[in-house]
């Protein structure tokens, strides 16, 4: 059965940063897509960050610049880099993988962005 398990959220002052990574582990993590999800209270959730499996990688316009999305097959996991956070960063963060017709979901990890 697959898994995905975030850890790094927390809280951080505007302009800071912070380090999410996903393991996953009950299927080849190499062989899918992984992507990073968020959802502000009263929003939709929405795609942040996609990597394919070959490593090419897609952003919402709003974190172009700022968030890096990079995957290490050896380890199972994925991770998102966030650089110079604004208070609109500010959610909770779901790390997510496709295989074949299934979506899987993280627990989610809380991301919060204030002075």
């Known amino acids: 059965q697959v898994q995905l398990v975030e850890s790094g959220g927390g809280l951080v002052q505007p302009g800071g940063s912070l380090r999410l990574s996903c393991v996953m582990s009950?299927?080849?993590?190499?062989?899918?897509?992984m992507g990073w999800y968020r959802q502000a209270p009263g929003n939709q959730r929405e795609l942040v960050a996609g990597i394919t499996p070959g490593g090419t990688t897609n952003y919402a316009d709003s974190v172009k610049g700022r968030f890096t999305i990079s995957r290490d097959n050896a380890k199972n996991t994925v991770t998102l880099q966030m650089n110079s956070l604004k208070p609109e960063d500010t959610a909770d963060y779901y790390c997510?993988?496709?295989?074949?017709?299934?979506?899987?979901w993280g627990q989610g990890t809380q991301v919060t962005v204030s002075s």
């Open positions: 009950g299927s080849i993590f190499s062989f899918y897509p």
């Open positions: 997510n993988t496709k295989i074949g017709s299934a979506t899987y």
